[in-house]
């Protein structure tokens, strides 16, 4: 059996390739192996985000880790959504920049050197490189749904994004923790960059048919949800400020040393993301490979 290279764990990745998962048994390996077979990526790592799974998604991501030496799986201990999932696998990421995938296998990862290609190409100013699924692969209704909410979109919030929910995505990772974190904030990224004051670009990506599973969304739910979603990021940018800070010395105010949102604790998560291979959460593995999703007291 021919021996699997394996990273030097010290050497910190130039890029970190973030993918969420819930209830993916049957697409997380094959994209994996998508991923491992794309020519010329720099130096990276992969992270797997199970947001308690109801299938075995969990056991499949820890199985793999033996085959794809860059896999790092975290496992969130309470279902907290995608947005979520996301941020957890952007905290843990050691890449300074971004890719993100969907874990239906919808994006193709050899999209990942098109956007990292824009990326040389671009300005400095541009820290956001957001896919353009130019030829869906959904069912009519859904592209239907879709086309309508990106236009009520873009005509009120003016991002210039043509397709904001599409799942590959490449960002610094610096500039997205600056970024308000809410729930579903992962479809309007375009629009909290810009309000950051960081500039975004659409790059036209590639788009698959589901093969396996099913959609975690339904149109109506996400129309209810992207209402109330829609006001907040408008509320969002209505009060948004771009402040310029100078460096000062260390302990020249006191406090200095520590964020003040630190300090006051508003930085914790409302979730807790566990990476599987952490002695101290080796009891949590066991309990969700036994099938008892490991939850916060």
Not at 30 to 36: D, G, K, M, Q
Not at 87 to 107: C, E, F, H, M, P
Not at 219 to 225: C, D, G, S, T
Not at 245 to 265: F, K, S, W
Request: charged letters at 25%; one cysteine or more.
């Amino acid at each position: 059996m021919p021996t699997v290279a394996r990273p030097d764990p010290s050497a910190a990745p130039l890029l970190s390739i973030v993918i969420p998962v819930f209830n993916e048994r049957e697409n997380i390996v094959r994209l994996l192996e998508e991923i491992a077979a794309v020519p010329h990526l720099p130096a990276h790592e992969v992270l797997c985000v199970d947001d308690c799974s109801d299938d075995d998604t969990l056991p499949v991501l820890l199985a793999a880790r033996s085959a794809h030496p860059r896999l790092r799986v975290l496992a969130h201990r309470r279902r907290s959504g995608q947005s979520a999932a996301v941020r957890s696998g952007v905290k843990a990421a050691r890449g300074a920049w971004i890719a993100t995938l969907d874990g239906d296998g919808q994006n193709d990862p050899a999209d990942i050197p098109t956007l990292l290609a824009a990326r040389g190409d671009a300005a400095p100013g541009v820290r956001l490189f957001a896919g353009w699924r130019t030829q869906r692969k959904d069912s009519g209704s859904k592209r239907w749904a879709s086309r309508w909410a990106n236009r009520i979109r873009a005509s009120l919030l003016r991002d210039a994004t043509p397709d904001t929910g599409c799942g590959i995505k490449l960002f610094e990772r610096e500039a997205f923790l600056d970024l308000p974190a809410f729930d579903h904030m992962h479809r309007y990224l375009p629009a909290l960059m810009q309000r950051a004051g960081w500039q975004t670009l659409s790059v036209p990506v590639g788009h698959r048919p589901r093969v396996a599973g099913v959609s975690k969304y339904n149109n109506l739910a996400r129309a209810w949800v992207g209402v109330s979603d829609l006001a907040g990021v408008l509320w969002l940018l209505r009060r948004g400020r771009i402040a310029a800070a100078g460096a000062v010395e260390t302990g020249a105010i006191d406090g200095l040393d520590e964020p003040r949102d630190r300090r006051a604790g508003l930085d914790r998560p409302a979730h807790d993301a566990v990476e599987t291979d952490r002695p101290d959460r080796r009891a949590d593995v066991r309990g969700a490979l036994a099938g008892a999703v490991p939850r916060l007291p």
